[in-house]
Each structure stands twice: as C-alpha cells, then as structure tokens.
C-alpha cells in the first residue's frame, strides 16, 4: 500500500484487508476492503483513525507515515472516531513505540477503549462542537455521532479544507490499490464500489439507519467539499454522490425501498422450485425487477443488499418437520435482526404429509417485528399443479404491481 495526498496537508494512509478474510467474522470480502487512515499535518501532527492489530498491519502504517515525512514519535493526537478494533487494534502497538500523544475521543468511546484495551494512555475527551488547532491553518472540528455505527461514534472536520474524515459512514467494501480517490475512476469503476457500499450497508450499518439519517441532517451545515471515510473511496470530485447514497439506503429503513422485488427459494426435491420460474413470470409481466436468490447457497450478505434495497420479497421453500425448511428460517430471522421492516410478501412452497411453515413464520415475522404485509400465500401439497402454476403467474404480477404502485408513491 502506499499513502497519497488528499490535500496538501491531509494524507490517506491505508491497509487492506484480503478476499480470504471475514469482515467481523460474518461478512465474505471477495473485493477485499479497506481501512483508512488520515494523518493531518499543522505545525502539530494528528492521526485519525487506524487499523486493526493484524499481524504485520500496523507496521504497514508506520511505514506509510515514513513516506509522507512523519515520524511516528511526531504524532500528538490519536484521534478515534469509532473505537471498534478494525480501527483502534494498533494502539497497543503504537503505545509501545511512544507515549506523546493525547487519545482524542468521545466519553463514550473511551469507556470503550478502556474496556478493550485497559491502556494506560492520556484522553482528551470531546463532544459536539469542540476542535484542536493544530496550527499551520489546520484545525480540527468534532462532531457527535452516535450509532454510526457504535454508540461511541463521531466524526472529524478539517475546516480548511472541508474534508470530513467520517468512519464507518460512507464507507464500502472493496479494497482500494492505487486509486484511492473517487476523481481518478471512471463512472463503471464508482458503480462498482457504490456496489460494494450497498453490501457493507446493509450488512454493518442498516440496523442504524434512523442515526444515518439524523447524522447526515446533523453535518449538512458543514457543507463538506470532501469526504473522507474509514473504508473505501475518498470522494473528492463529487462528496454529494455518496452521501446522496447512503441518504438512500437509510430512508429504505423508514418506507418502501426501489421496485425490485428479491426472490428468495429453497427447495428440497425440485418441488418448491418447480414454483419460482411462474413467480418470476409473473413479476416481470409487470415490467419489475426481481433478483433471485437460492438458499441456502447464497450467503446472507448478498441476501441483506437484495433484501434492502428492495420494496418486495417472495420467500418459497418447502415445510420440514412441521416447520420452515430451516435455512430460510434462518434468513428470515436475520432479516429480522437487521430490521429490514415493512416488505410486501409473498410466501409458497410444497408440503408432504402437513403444513406448518406459515406458523412459524408468522413466529418470526412478529417476534422480530417486522411488519410485512403478505400476500394469500400459495401453498401445495406435493408436486406442483397446473392450478397452482396459473395462481403463481397471477400472484408474482399482483406482488410486482403493488411493489411498483408503493415504491413509486414514496418518491
Ligand atoms: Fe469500521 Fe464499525 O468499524
């Protein structure tokens, strides 16, 4: 990795994390992705954010501060935004280099820091509205905001230049070589990681979508000319286009989504999947769009950034022991915890000698709830009918036109 200038005293510092690598354990990174830093320069030098303890990561950040002409023992203020460890994991390396340096934090965060990392350092904490002046013109700004994605959470503004160092919040996945910057792509390579920020969205930061929204109204009055997060592009050339986007993926949280309807099918014998193609005709009679997934061979990350961004979903799968053929319950009740509330649904699929997968999720739907509106489900014993195959044309077009009708409405 290599450090670039953002501005002339602002420098992207950076390590990727590799495509064989869980982000929190859960979420694949076949694109891999990123975890920035910035060191700010004035006459006093300041890092904000950093990156995780990996073993060699952290060495890969000094050696980048060697690049830009700064020696690590320069640094006065650790500046920590967020104080989950794929940002903060290199302080117990850091400390053991020097101990001249003020940990600047929320209160919140430092009980945090504390419990991860019991180091005995010296915080400076903040809160809304305090700044440091670092000299040399650049002073930095802070701004409260909780939940983005931990309670601990705000941001960074260097008034000079207007660049907002943000966290988590409009960050994606994707690791990034070197073209860090949202100015040196082009349009397919930004729809690309505008992808990738779908994805990390909906699997980090959707559950806190109501803060997205509050913090974005909260920062407007900055007016930031660049915006600088924790993961992914820096968008220097157009700030509006990724915070537009996540202004978008937040108000899914609160009404309908696009008109896109995600299918969602798991089949045991052929039976229930002998039941998607009729759905699928009967979406696309009404011109909408439907992205299928089968489960359980997707993985839940791709599932959540369909599911999100979409205003309907079909689940179809099978009865097992009386119950949901268990991986879509499992998605289902992850769908739940995400709070990916107010869906219209469709649910079908094929029973043996009982029913009983509409119980549960019934159980699941209110238990997590989520306020989806279904509609008569279609439910078949055994192999699929003629009968049953005209009722699935006809209930994929109503799905798609409601989908259609809501998601218009809403824009
Ligand atoms: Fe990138 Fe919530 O840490």
């Excluded at 000079?160 to 690791?175: I, R």
């Excluded at 915890?337 to 699929?349: D, E, F, H, N, P």
Aim: net charge negative; with cysteine.
């Amino acid at each position: 990795m290599q450090a670039s200038q953002v501005t002339d005293k602002i420098f992207r510092l950076s390590a990727n994390i590799e495509s064989d690598t869980l982000f929190e354990g859960i979420w694949p990174l076949p694109h891999g992705c990123s975890m920035n830093s910035y060191v700010v320069k004035g006459r006093e030098v300041a890092i904000v954010d950093g990156v995780c303890d990996w073993d060699g990561v952290p060495e890969t950040l000094y050696a980048q501060m060697d690049e830009i002409g700064v020696d690590v023992k320069d640094i006065r203020y650790v500046i920590i935004n967020h104080t989950e460890p794929d940002h903060t994991g290199w302080l117990k390396s850091f400390q053991k280099i020097t101990n001249n340096f003020e940990v600047v934090i929320t209160q919140k965060g430092q009980e945090l820091a504390n419990a991860f990392y019991g180091l005995d350092i010296k915080y400076r904490t903040v809160s809304s509205g305090d700044s440091i002046d670092l000299g040399d013109g650049m002073k930095l700004l802070f701004e409260e905001t909780p939940n983005l994605h931990w309670p601990d959470t705000m941001v960074t503004f260097e008034e000079s230049t207007g660049t907002l160092m943000s966290c988590d919040a409009f960050g994606g996945y994707g690791a990034i070589g070197s073209s860090p910057y949202d100015d040196q792509l082009d349009e397919e390579q930004l729809r690309f990681f505008e992808k990738e920020a779908l994805r990390y969205y909906a699997n980090i930061v959707c559950r806190f979508s109501p803060s997205v929204t509050r913090a974005i109204k909260k920062l407007e009055h900055l007016q930031a000319r660049i915006v600088a997060p924790g993961h992914g592009l820096v968008w220097r050339r157009d700030p509006k286009r990724i915070v537009s986007l996540y202004e978008r993926f937040a108000s899914y949280f609160a009404g309908p989504a696009e008109p896109v309807v995600t299918v969602l099918w798991g089949s045991m014998y052929g039976n229930t999947e002998k039941a998607v193609a009729p759905i699928l005709e009967g979406i696309a009679s009404e011109g909408v769009k439907a992205i299928v997934h089968q489960v359980p061979q997707s993985h839940i990350s791709d599932i959540l950034a369909s599911v999100w961004r979409s205003t309907g979903v079909v689940l179809a799968m099978p009865t097992y022991e009386f119950k949901m053929f268990p991986p879509m319950a499992a998605v289902v009740d992850e769908l739940g915890r995400k709070q990916m509330i107010g869906k219209l649904a469709l649910r079908t699929g094929s029973y043996g000698w009982s029913g009983g997968a509409q119980r549960e999720l019934d159980e699941i739907v209110e238990r997590q709830k989520m306020k989806w509106q279904f509609l008569e489900p279609v439910e078949f014993k055994g192999a699929l009918l003629e009968m049953d195959r005209r009722l699935l044309v006809s209930r994929g077009a109503e799905l798609a036109r409601r989908v259609r009708e809501t998601a218009l409405a809403a824009r």
